[in-house]
């Protein structure tokens, strides 16, 4: 038998679509499937049928089996067949080598439509068919049915096998989660479910397992997993979808180190199992800074399978005294004023017309920038630009030289306070990185970010908020900055030593994209009473939002970290896709409409009334 799942034989079939071969000929076999194609040619008529696993051609001949034939003409494109007949080999000149199955043909003796279609609303059989994305959520099921698409969910449901598998082998316990809880914060607005038998009373659904992960350490689980579902109230972006799934996990007995370290080998094992043909860039990855990833790439989420690094210029723009004196007063100002300025040299880009350029400083403004200068360095070496003229040809020429640009590049300088200077060159840098294809698209860049500062400062509220999860633990060295200014962890204020403390936070990034993060927790009780001070929460509110785990602490807590990644952005940088949509079964629009169920939708009436529910300023329905 050459029939590599021989277990997917029953009553409706003894092969799937995608298993005869030629040695097969000469021995019967049933197929059942959609049909793909249809070629009637009179006496012959062909079938291409199509299930999960392949395309088989079937042919009828109205001489040898004119029933068969005489059903075969009734048919239609995505009917559901069955057929019965013998697997001949195709003749000479006439197989087809892009079909796995392309040697053989089935003669069909017999066939039974086993259901009808309409005429699909979009092409099925053409991969390539541009199709508007509203029509393919809409019928969903159908575009499904395609064959890109069924490629994405096989890969994600391998992805997942895979993670499942490294994690058995490393003594990680899956433990299910509720999706019914308590509201865990991790910065987005909670989904609130209301209860019919507490009347007056909701659940939150999880934005993360994060609180119960970490009761699961103080049970003494050790290493935990989940393939679980989040759900955060946000706007919707390609990387974005209200509901999605990460894998979450937890250890005990953990540093910053071994979490690292075990996520990596994952990484590594579940990518080479996966996607073999995937060359991974840097293996370890890449470790960088929080601050060298914003220094270099301008990004805490570097693409780092190009280089065109943040150069900064302020060393050839200043005197031997140190002042700014570069001549051009927009550098000057922006360094007098402690700001930054810093240079991305743009491989091949020169000859740039007025035109690009003026595009190129349009895209910097949308990015927040108040211009863009640029340099172009000629094939004979000079360089050229309207600021050549503030600055002198021989400093014009330093900067080309500091940001190691060839002859034939454009450098691209912005001079700004330091933030917005990074960001908007870290922002170009992706944008031509992508123009002019510095990226290879089958390669992997995983890369570490880690060191991010602890608090950032909420003005609005005036509190320090989380950078990233309210449970990160602080380097250990940093500990003593988990404090006010004065003292009183009540009064928070810009200038707190909290502002400057590290945390021991870790994200792993992927092509451009943050794929989880995760960090050593605090686990003792007092440290994050002072931590969760700092971040706005009175004693009362901790002890309303956070008190289980608050109090679990009293009882024997390991120390313990973990991460979360997430498998549809995952799934999505091995399938080259940019939206998680496209490897999601069910998504959502980016107005949280789901077009095939149309939800969100109106309570029932009844349903009202039972939860004790009444929307303000939306009209009830009568009951
Ligand atoms: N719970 C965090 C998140 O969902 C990840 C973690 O810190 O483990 O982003």
């Not at 392949?54 to 003409?73: C, E, K, M, N, R």
């Not at 096989?154 to 082998?169: D, G, P, W, Y």
């Not at 995937?278 to 960088?288: D, G, S």
């Not at 040809?393 to 912005?414: F, H, K, M, S, Y």
Request: net charge negative.
């Amino acid at each position: 038998m050459t029939d590599p799942s021989p277990s997917l034989a029953t009553p409706y079939r003894t092969h799937t679509c995608g298993a005869l071969r030629a040695a097969d000929a000469g021995s019967t076999a049933r197929l059942s499937g959609w049909v793909h194609r249809r070629r009637d040619h009179g006496q012959l008529i062909f079938l291409d049928l199509r299930d999960r696993y392949g395309l088989t051609q079937v042919v009828f001949d109205g001489v040898d089996a004119p029933d068969a034939h005489a059903a075969a003409s009734r048919v239609r494109g995505e009917f559901v067949v069955t057929v019965a007949g013998s697997v001949a080999r195709r003749l000479p000149g006439t197989e087809n080598a892009r079909l796995a199955t392309g040697e053989i043909e089935l003669q069909a003796t017999g066939l039974e439509i086993l259901s009808e279609s309409k005429t699909p609303p979009f092409y099925i059989n053409e991969p390539d068919a541009p199709i508007d994305e509203a029509l393919r959520l809409r019928y969903r099921y159908l575009d499904i049915r395609r064959e890109p698409m069924q490629r994405r969910l096989l890969l994600r449901s391998r992805l997942v096998q895979a993670i499942r598998e490294v994690h058995h082998a490393n003594g990680f316990v899956e433990v299910e989660t509720p999706n019914l809880i308590k509201s865990t914060p991790e910065g987005a607005r909670d989904f609130i479910v209301p209860s019919r038998l507490q009347p007056g009373s909701v659940y939150a659904l999880p934005q993360s397992p994060q609180q119960l992960k970490q009761l699961l350490m103080v049970a003494g689980i050790d290493r935990y997993f989940q393939i679980a579902r989040c759900f955060r109230d946000e706007d919707l972006r390609g990387d974005r979808q209200l509901e999605f799934t990460q894998l979450d996990l937890e250890m005990s007995f953990v540093d910053e180190p071994t979490v690292m370290a075990f996520v990596e080998a994952m990484a590594i094992e579940v990518s080479r199992a996966v996607v073999p043909g995937r060359r991974l860039q840097a293996v370890p990855f890449p470790r960088l800074t929080f601050d060298a990833a914003i220094e270099r790439y301008g990004s805490d989420k570097p693409d780092v399978r190009f280089a065109m690094e943040l150069v900064d210029i302020a060393p050839v723009l200043r005197d031997a005294a140190g002042e700014p004196a570069s001549g051009f007063r927009v550098f000057d100002d922006a360094l007098a004023a402690g700001g930054r300025v810093k240079a991305i040299a743009a491989p091949g880009l020169g000859r740039a017309t007025r035109r690009e350029i003026d595009e190129l400083t349009e895209m910097a403004k949308r990015f927040g920038a108040k211009g863009l200068a640029h340099l172009a360095v000629e094939e004979s070496g000079g360089v050229a630009g309207p600021i050549v003229k503030f600055l002198g040809e021989d400093r014009a020429e330093q900067i080309v030289a500091a940001t190691g640009a060839n002859p034939g590049d454009l450098v691209l300088i912005v001079a700004d306070a330091a933030d917005v200077t990074n960001d908007v060159l870290g922002r170009l840098r992706v944008a031509l990185g992508a123009r002019l294809g510095l990226a290879d698209l089958a390669t992997l860049a995983y890369a570490w970010v880690h060191r991010f500062p602890i608090y950032k400062w909420d003005p609005e509220n005036g509190r320090w908020d989380a950078t990233h999860n309210p449970f990160s633990g602080v380097v250990p060295e940093d500990e003593a900055l988990l404090t006010t200014a004065s003292g009183d962890l009540g009064k928070p204020a810009p200038g707190d030593p909290a502002g400057r403390a590290k945390a021991l936070q870790y994200d792993l990034v992927l092509n451009g994209w943050e794929l989880g993060g995760g960090s050593i927790r605090i686990w003792r009780r007092e440290l994050l009473e002072r931590s969760f001070a700092l971040q706005g929460y009175s004693a009362e509110r901790m002890k309303r939002l956070f008190g289980a785990l608050l109090e679990a602490f009293d009882y024997g807590p390991p120390p313990h970290g973990g991460i979360a990644i997430g498998i549809d952005r995952w799934s999505a940088l091995l399938t080259d896709q940019d939206n998680i949509r496209e490897v999601t079964a069910f998504p959502k629009t980016q107005s949280g409409s789901d077009l095939m169920l149309e939800a969100p939708s109106k309570p029932e009436p009844g349903q009202w009334a039972e939860l004790g529910l009444r929307f303000v300023g939306v009209a009830e329905p009568k009951a």
